[in-house]
């Protein structure tokens, strides 16, 4: 069964630093693509960031570039985000993503992601 599990999340003031794992069934290695989204309340789901298979590429959005970072460790089947100097604006649910078929590109829609994980809440504040 494809199944993607998030942990990690929780509270932490502005400037604090949190990490994220999404824990991948089958082998994280199988996934051409993946990546981390985030929603907040009332808002739409958001692209954080995207890895590809080769752990070479990555993908930022505006909102966290150079203070997030993606990563993914195929011989533990997780996938990691690494998030420094947290902001407020941070706050929201955040998803881990991967895709199942290549694509060719570090793609930040989230339709052209196939599988999805449950969630892991996080909540910064000033």
């Known amino acids: 069964q494809l199944q993607l599990v998030e942990s990690g999340g929780g509270s932490a003031q502005a400037g604090d630093s949190l990490s994220l794992s999404c824990v991948t069934s089958?082998?994280?290695?199988?996934?051409?693509?993946m990546a981390w989204f985030r929603q907040a309340a009332g808002k739409e789901r958001e692209f954080v960031a995207a890895i590809g298979r080769p752990n070479i590429n990555r993908k930022y959005s505006g909102a966290v570039q150079g203070r997030f970072a993606i990563s993914r460790d195929n011989a533990r089947n997780t996938m990691y985000l690494e998030m420094n100097n947290l902001k407020p604006e941070d706050t929201a649910v955040y998803f881990c993503?991967?895709?199942?078929?290549?694509?060719?590109?570090?793609?930040?829609?989230?339709?052209?992601?196939?599988?999805w994980g449950q969630g892991t809440r996080v909540t910064v504040s000033a």
């Open positions: 993503a991967a895709r199942s078929g290549e694509l060719g590109r570090l793609s930040p829609v989230p339709a052209d992601y196939t599988h």
């Open positions: 089958p082998r994280t290695f199988a996934w051409p693509l």
